[in-house]
């Protein structure tokens, strides 16, 4: 099984979920902005999955949302200031300026293990992504180019795969 957390499914039908997730992000994810997309889907689930376990579960959920905290720090905004926001000039500086206090924000709060503070910084990273989905990345730009870049960062951060279920042994 994958990730952190143990599913409600048996280990056939999570086997299964994965190769269906495979095919369809070979054929969805075509460029990076499809990546961003995608990587935003994963924030949404994993935040989520870890907001509703905080009252039940403190322990996995705050393994969760450090996990996908650090996902979010240490490769999502660090991939999107060094390609993605510069392909849209100006426009995107205010959103790589929120990347510090997300980072910031999270350490803080999930340090504290302050279930508030959590919430709240969980709303300001999906706000956050949302708005960039709504503000900047409805402008088409040329971005095929930079793939190959990003494919090979992804290998050089470990838990890629284990946090998006994305596979990349790829050639």
């Known amino acids: 099984m994958r990730g952190q957390w143990k599913f409600p ?3 056939v039908k999570t086997y299964g979920f994965y190769i269906l997730l495979d095919i369809l992000l070979y054929m969805w994810i075509k460029d990076p902005i499809d990546l961003i997309y995608f990587e935003h889907c994963v924030l949404r689930v994993r935040y989520s999955i870890g907001l509703s376990l905080l009252n039940d579960d403190e322990k996995n959920a705050i393994n969760v949302i450090m996990t996908t905290h650090d996902f979010v720090v240490n490769w999502h905004a660090k991939i999107e200031d060094k390609y993605i926001f510069p392909l849209f000039g100006e426009k995107a500086k205010p959103y790589s300026n929120d990347h510090l206090l997300i980072e910031r924000y999270g350490n803080s709060a999930i340090q504290q293990r302050n279930v508030e503070w959590i919430k709240r910084y969980v709303k300001i990273v ?11 990345f409805i402008d088409k730009v040329q971005a095929k180019d930079i793939m190959n870049a990003i494919l090979k960062e992804m290998r050089n951060y470990p838990s890629y795969e284990e946090i998006t279920g994305l596979k990349i042994d790829f050639e």
């Open 9 to 11: 499914l048996s280990h």
């Open 126 to 136: 999906l706000d956050h992504n949302l708005n960039e989905e709504r503000n900047i």
